[in-house]
């Protein structure tokens, strides 16, 4: 009986982070985290470390099925990663150091925020438009949003996704496809980052919730990713909306049941 709640929370929170981070670049432990907490009673810590390992797989295949469709700009991704990654180990140390849930509802919020945006005011930017910004002024802006969101990952496990992708669209200026397989891309190396450092400190994880969360999570990610890059900019626009809509209303639940 302890094997099938398991298997029906991990295969939740895996649907709900795959579809987050194949739609909208989402960082896996937004929703995997409180679901392991509240439902297997399972150390925060130790929890934030399972999402970001099953991150690392379900950004990586969506990171590359948006690149088989021409929608990521590793360039300008590389150097916004450097700041991400050098930052996420810096963020991974201080959540050590503190209550686990010091800044998790900064996360949810945001995602439910940003839910409402992408449906009331879609992201319609051209790749044309993309190439009229300034190359200094984009990369100078990556670095240092690169430090807050690789901080802001690396403390919550969660947000980071969220950050990136509403950076990329609102202040980059990118359009929505290429943001979200941007965002995947530099989340893959992320989400690495930030599970090594949380079992180099808090030791190895449960292995059968690990393995199951690492592949719903994959699973899900890829479907949302195939669809999202056959879908057109209105559509993906709502459909993340709805999405990310959704889960954030979900969190605050298991927040509340916590």
């Known amino acids: 009986m302890e094997f099938v709640i398991t298997l029906l929370v991990t295969f939740f929170a895996g649907m709900g982070a795959g579809l987050g981070t194949g739609f909208a670049g989402m960082s896996a432990a937004a929703v995997i985290s409180p679901m392991l907490i509240t439902f297997l009673s399972m150390d925060p810590y130790m929890a934030v470390g399972i999402a970001l390992s099953s991150d690392v797989l ?15 700009d590793i360039r300008n991704g590389l150097i916004m990663m450097v700041s991400v990654l050098a930052f996420t180990v810096v963020g991974s140390y201080a959540a050590s150091l503190v209550p686990s849930t010091t800044m998790g509802g900064f996360s949810v919020f945001m995602t439910f925020l940003l839910g409402v945006k992408f449906i009331v005011r879609p992201v319609m930017t051209t790749k044309e438009a993309m190439a009229g910004v300034s190359a200094k002024k984009r990369a100078v802006q990556s670095v240092l949003c690169g430090v807050l969101i690789g901080f802001i ?5 969660a947000g980071g996704g969220m950050m990136m992708l509403l950076i990329l669209t609102s202040v980059l200026g990118y359009e929505l496809k290429t943001a979200v397989g941007t965002s995947v891309f530099i989340m893959t190396f992320t989400a690495l980052t930030g599970a090594v450092s949380h ?3 808090g030791g190895a994880p449960d292995w059968t919730v690990f393995a199951l969360c690492v592949l719903f999570t994959l699973v899900w990610a890829r479907v949302a990713a195939v669809f999202a890059n056959k879908a057109s900019p209105k559509t993906l ?9 959704i889960l954030g209303v979900v969190i605050m639940l298991f927040n509340v049941l916590a």
Do not use: H, P, Q, W
């Open 58 to 72: 379900a950004s990586a295949v969506s990171a590359y099925t948006y690149g088989k469709s021409k929608n990521l």
């Open 153 to 157: 990952c690396g403390f919550i496990g």
């Open 199 to 201: 079992f180099a400190i």
């Open 237 to 245: 626009n709502r459909a993340t909306g709805v999405v990310l809509v």
